[in-house]
């Protein structure tokens, strides 16, 4: 049984209802989310210690590793126990030096879809996020196209939801106009506020918004504001910013990454963590 609420539970369609505490399984790969992990079985372990808290929500990509962690997964929780949704990302490739490389054509957005089943061991997908901004926010371009091939691959059987990440709340109607959308898959933070509207938007209209990089990314987050209000709570830093993203909006989701159990737990522990007002407020300046 979980030992922690993990948030809630967020129902955003009949057949898919996820933990708002997931997991991110990016970390899993190698130094920059390229090649394998130094220790494969803590991988694994810290996978299957995800579920064993309750987590039915993890987030991957088969440009993680390449292939790397999507093999992970299987290898770790395949058969895939009931209630977990797998939710992945296309629209990028690695270059053999690990750089990332823009890969949005149709026929290689199908191409990628297929990857992830196959390294997955899936015959469909729960939910795809068309990744379509870069690190630092949303473009101005169309999406209709991209999307469209992904709602092509729906209609085939091989998706069941639609997602995106890196958008606009224009590409957001963009995207509405031609299918659902479950998840916006977004750059916020407690530093990084940019998406107050769309967070707002998310939530009054069901759609689940996980920010990426919740705790800063490859820069994390550094407050003075931030630790004297985690010392007042006998909470860490880490656990603070986790609870103001589950306070923030009903519908926000998180999926912090780790590669340890010890680190796992104490990220989870956050779901339980109640910030009282004056603490949010307080909190609410570091992004002004």
Request: glycine share 8%; hydrophobic share 45%; net charge negative.
């Amino acid at each position: 049984m979980p030992s922690t609420s993990l948030g809630g539970y967020l129902t955003l369609t009949d057949d898919l209802t996820i933990s708002r505490m997931g997991y991110g399984a990016m970390q899993l790969a190698g130094p920059n989310v390229f090649g394998p992990p130094k220790d494969r079985d803590q991988a694994v372990a810290v996978l299957r210690e995800a579920i064993d808290l309750g987590i039915t929500h993890i987030d991957t990509s088969d440009f993680y590793g390449p292939a790397v962690v999507n093999e992970i997964i299987k290898e770790a929780l395949y058969p895939y126990p009931d209630g977990l949704h797998i939710v992945t990302k296309v629209g990028a490739r690695r270059g053999a030096d690990g750089s990332w490389i823009r890969a949005r054509e149709p026929e290689d957005l199908k191409a990628q879809v297929r990857e992830n089943l196959r390294h997955l061991g899936l015959d469909a997908l729960d939910v795809v996020n068309l990744r379509f901004g870069e690190v630092d926010g949303p473009s101005t371009e169309s999406l209709a196209e991209k999307f469209g091939a992904l709602v092509e691959l729906r209609a085939e059987g091989l998706i069941r939801h639609l997602g995106l990440s890196g958008v606009s709340s224009a590409q957001l109607s963009e995207a509405q106009a031609i299918a659902p959308v479950v998840t916006v898959q977004n750059l916020y933070n407690l530093a990084k506020r940019q998406d107050d509207d769309l967070v707002d938007r998310c939530a009054a209209e069901n759609i689940a918004f996980a920010s990426f990089f919740p705790l800063g990314g490859f820069t994390p987050l550094q407050s003075d504001t931030l630790t004297h209000v985690a010392a007042r709570l006998d909470a860490t830093p880490q656990q603070v910013a986790l609870a103001w993203l589950l306070q923030r909006s009903a519908t926000t989701v998180l999926i912090p990454g780790t590669s340890s159990v010890a680190h796992l737990r104490e990220n989870i522990a956050a779901a339980d963590l109640k910030l009282p007002a004056d603490a949010v407020a307080e909190l609410d300046t570091i992004g002004q």
